[in-house]
């Protein structure tokens, strides 16, 4: 991936990009390829080195990690702290999953991913547009409050649906189908979910390479100074906020082909503290970087978990001691950068 | 013509409950400019302690001071431990750094208490019920929430109104600069006013407790409505909490018991009973979606930053 | 010569809360002509300038561009309208290099959709109308470089160059020559007489050698008021402006 410095210095063409930036670009490039080759070897490797009960884990990172680089073209480009991502998860989840779990009792359901996936970034966009038109409307740290009580809502709506078993949740004991491909089998699932990452990492660098991408990340340098040479900005937030949206409602909808379960739980409001947490981790405004930090805090709970049962408490206090010491993420110190959101 | 009476009240109930918990949270705000997501904790906290002490003791009256000094010493510590060190970090930092303890207060109530839940009972001498209306009986205790409410927001109103420290706040929510010049001893001011926030939630956090099921994140939900609260009303000001704490008891209350009833008109009644209680869980937030349509800055919100 | 635009500020008043900043102020700025806003700190200058960008809104009054009401026309709009201001405090954008932060401006001040292609840095004559601005504007350093790396006078200089990008037809400078070297005063001095053609500008500045050399019009501002307004032999003669620049230095 090109690195954003990529600026006026390219005019002629044919011509090399310049040295300053060049090299910041070029370490963000070979970052990126580094963290999805790594994990796109993973589930090879850890079988021999006796790790192959992390299997789902890395499914789980691929998932997540997705919803973490959407989270940050808001939150790292956009400088907009959205707390109620979870909820698009949960609406991934349901709209896929509701779609499966009435297969041969109704005319519309279908277990086919090809219809389910983009049906759900369908919802999650719409749901996007409308919480997000209302959330933009504050600024700061009402945004944070706003989207953290439109996550609260639609958490209890979920909770509140008795015929998928309300607060429990249902099961639904099978995956979606996908053209010749078996996701039942969880090596290929690992495959099609990463792929699907490695799409969002790529379309992500596109947008913020891109006119409306520029004018995000410029409003988050300075809105003021952005409408005043004549960027109508809340335009170009929201969609930002709709895409974010549209692919944190895929993974959910990934997520509820892994476990085989649709449950409120995933939209719970710690949920989006935590993709914001993997944010932190992995380093905030790098993109990869929320693959680095699922990858790190997703797998570090799974070995943990054989050790304490008190692991979110730890979680806790070294959530804060990061913030307090190391503000740029484990991207943030190989990339040699610290955030300026 | 009773049951709207009830569901006013138990309106006005919730609503009172809540404003000792988004009282704090707004002043705290205000005064500091930081977004305490841990706010939530301090009243589970103060309701952890409550249970624990009241089951030594049997004592509602020794467990809500036992409540109210736990959540007192536990926003102490958070204050001056981490979040006095948030005041010039952007908000992402202060979100992140106070969701870290709310992760650790969820899991350190469960590794201090166990994870089965717990309850408080209400106090024998304030069981039993009123009669408020004719042919309307009310429960004592919830009625001397209410008053306990009331009175914890007069003794607030009066501290801030009336005395110095109440002058330091006030100028603290605008001129935050000016108390430095003032003599004031800003770190000291600021840790009292978190511990009286604290205190207050913990207050609450005891008070409520008979009505909810004492567990690891029982403050989230009160804390989430507190925000609502703080949308509606506006920021900083005691008058914008209480409006919007009233405003949210009220809907809430209404909601719950009307919207099933109106729905039945149009479907079924099981129907209307599953769609009628997801819609009055929304309906609050259906408000402050409103609010932000028609008026972004809050009822009684200035410019907002 | 291109047609005229003309801008007026009708009968505004401003307040900050109990502050009365601006009070019935009348002000043209039209094509052909620097109007230059002189007065002491605190006048409410820059406010007025806010006012006529449309990033604050006024109490009562009106802003009319060519005729037209535009006073609640926001900000944005207005530089569709042709109207754009700098800031006092050189605030680049901190993500972006120096050319980069023309070519933004330029790119903010044409794209209304949302379009998320082709690349923003794609576009060749929009990077070499930045690069030509950079010239103009006389800021020699590598376009390439971090906007933190400037010193404050080159800042000053690709505030104006921004404000440039979006090819305005009314500007309102808010002290450019504020910290620039002699040898840059010149350059833009240069620049805006090279401007008056075809642009129209006002002027907030406190360098009086550059105001009475190259305003056609002052007006002078004390406490949200005109005190005076007049060519630059009016205004050095006016025994009310002469009292209030004394006392300032006093």
């Known amino acids: 991936m090109a690195d954003p410095g990529a600026g006026i210095t390219t005019v002629q063409a044919g011509e090399e990009p310049p040295p300053i930036g060049g090299r910041r670009m ?16 993973s589930p090879l490797i850890i079988e021999p080195i006796g790790f192959g009960y992390l299997e789902s884990t890395l499914t789980r990172v691929a998932i997540l990690g997705m919803a973490a680089v959407a989270l940050d073209y808001i939150v790292g480009y956009g400088g907009l702290i959205s707390l109620g991502h979870a909820l698009f998860l949960g609406a991934g989840a349901y709209a896929s999953g509701i779609l499966l779990f009435h297969l041969g009792d ?46 609260q809502m639609m958490f209890f709506l979920f909770n509140s649906l008795e015929a998928y078993g309300g607060d429990d949740g249902v099961r639904l004991g099978a995956r979606n189908r996908l053209g010749p491909l078996s996701l039942e089998d969880d090596r290929m699932f690992f495959y099609v979910c990463f792929a699907l990452l490695v799409l969002a990492v790529v379309w992500f660098n596109i947008l913020i390479r891109s006119p409306s991408g520029w004018i ?72 990869v970087g929320g693959v680095i930090g699922a990858g790190v805090l997703l797998v570090l709970e799974e070995i943990a978990i054989g050790y304490t049962s008190d692991w979110a408490f730890y979680v806790g206090a070294a959530l804060i001691v990061i913030v307090m010491l190391a503000r740029g993420g484990i991207a943030g110190v190989i990339l040699g950068r610290h955030r300026n959101v | 013509m009773e049951l709207f009476f009830e569901q006013t009240l138990n309106g ?58 736990g959540a007192t010493i536990a926003g102490i510590l958070m204050e001056t431990v981490v979040i006095r060190w948030l005041y010039h970090r952007d908000h992402l930092d202060q979100v992140l750094a106070t969701f870290g303890l709310v992760l650790m207060a969820n899991q350190g109530v469960q590794m201090l208490w166990g994870s089965q839940p717990r309850t408080i009972s209400r106090p024998g001498w304030l069981e039993g019920a009123l009669p408020v209306l004719p042919g309307l009986q009310y429960p004592i205790y919830r009625i001397a929430i209410m008053v306990g409410g009331l009175l914890t927001m007069v003794i607030l109103w009066l501290l801030i109104e009336r005395t110095r420290v109440g002058m330091w706040i006030k100028a603290g929510q605008t ?57 509606i009303g506006g920021i900083g000001s005691l008058k914008g909490a209480v409006a919007g704490s009233l405003v949210i008891g009220l809907v809430g209350a209404w909601g719950q018991t009307y919207l099933p009833r109106l729905l039945t008109n149009f479907t079924d009644p099981s129907a209307a009973a599953a769609i009628g209680s997801s819609v009055a869980s929304a309906s609050i937030y259906l408000v402050m979606a409103a609010v932000l349509i028609f008026r972004p800055e809050g009822l009684f919100g200035g410019a907002r930053g | 010569m291109s047609e005229t635009t003309i801008l007026e500020a009708r009968g505004l008043d401003k307040h900050f809360g109990h502050l009365h900043v601006t009070r019935s102020l009348d002000l043209t700025v039209q094509t052909g002509r620097i109007h230059a806003l002189i007065g002491p700190n605190g006048a409410g200058k820059t406010t007025a300038l806010s006012l006529l960008s449309g990033n604050l809104a006024p109490d009562a009054g009106r802003v009319v561009l060519n005729g037209r009401d535009i006073t609640l026309v926001d900000l944005p709009r207005r530089v569709d309208m042709g109207i754009c201001r700098s800031w006092q405090t050189s605030s680049p954008f901190a993500g972006f290099n120096v050319g980069e932060n023309v070519v933004l401006s330029a790119l903010a001040a044409t794209e209304k959709r949302v379009r998320f292609f082709p690349r923003a840095s794609a576009d060749v004559d929009r990077n070499s109308f930045a690069r030509s601005l950079l010239g103009d504007v006389g800021l020699t350093v590598d376009p390439s470089l971090p906007v933190i790396e ?95 620049y004394l006392q300032e230095e006093r």
């Open chain 1, 216 to 287: 995000l990340r410029g409003a988050r340098d300075n809105e003021l100074r952005m409408r005043s040479v004549g960027a109508v900005t809340r335009r170009h937030q929201l969609a930002a906020f709709v895409m974010s949206s549209a692919f944190v409602t895929l993974a959910g909808a990934l997520a509820v082909n892994e476990t085989q379960f649709m449950s409120p739980g995933i939209s719970h409001w710690t949920q989006s503290g935590e993709l914001l947490l993997m944010l932190i981790v992995g380093g905030v405004g790098s993109l």
């Open chain 1, 106 to 151: 109704r005319a519309w359901a279908t277990d086919q991913a090809l219809i389910a996936w983009p049906f759900a970034m369908l919802v999650g966009a719409l749901l996007g547009w409308g919480f997000g038109a209302l959330a933009l409307r504050t600024k700061s740290v009402y945004f944070i409050m706003v989207t953290l009580a439109f996550n």
């Open chain 2, 175 to 231: 001129h935050r600069e000016l108390l430095g010049a003032l003599g004031v001893n800003v770190t000291i001011l600021f840790t009292g006013v978190f511990a009286i926030g604290a205190a207050l939630a913990g207050f609450a956090g005891v008070v409520a407790a008979p009505y909810l099921t004492v567990e690891s994140g029982m403050g989230d939900n009160f804390l989430i409505l507190s925000f609502v609260v703080i949308v």
């Open chain 1, 26 to 41: 070029r370490r963000s490039f070979v970052l990126t390829v580094a963290v999805l080759a790594i994990l796109g070897v």
């Open chain 3, 150 to 244: 400037l010193d404050h006078g080159a800042r000053r200089l690709l505030e104006i160059a921004m404000v440039l990008a979006t090819r305005p037809s009314i500007l309102l400078l808010d002290e450019p020559m504020a910290g620039l070297a002699p040898s840059d005063v010149r350059v833009v001095s240069d620049l805006l007489l090279g401007l008056k053609d075809d642009h129209g500008l006002l002027l907030v500045e406190h360098d009086m050698d550059v105001v009475f050399t190259l305003a056609d019009e002052i007006t002078v501002l004390a406490d949200g008021a005109i005190v005076a307004s007049g060519a630059p032999d009016a205004i050095r003669a006016n025994p009310v402006v002469r009292a209030l």
């Open chain 2, 12 to 69: 006005l109930q919730a609503g009172f409950t809540l404003l000792m918990i988004s009282s704090g949270l707004t002043l705290i705000f205000g005064m500091m400019g930081v977004l305490n997501l841990a706010h939530g904790s301090l009243f589970m906290i103060g309701a952890f302690v409550g249970a624990d002490v009241l089951a030594r003791t049997g004592s509602f009256e020794i467990a809500l001071l036992a409540g109210v000094i």
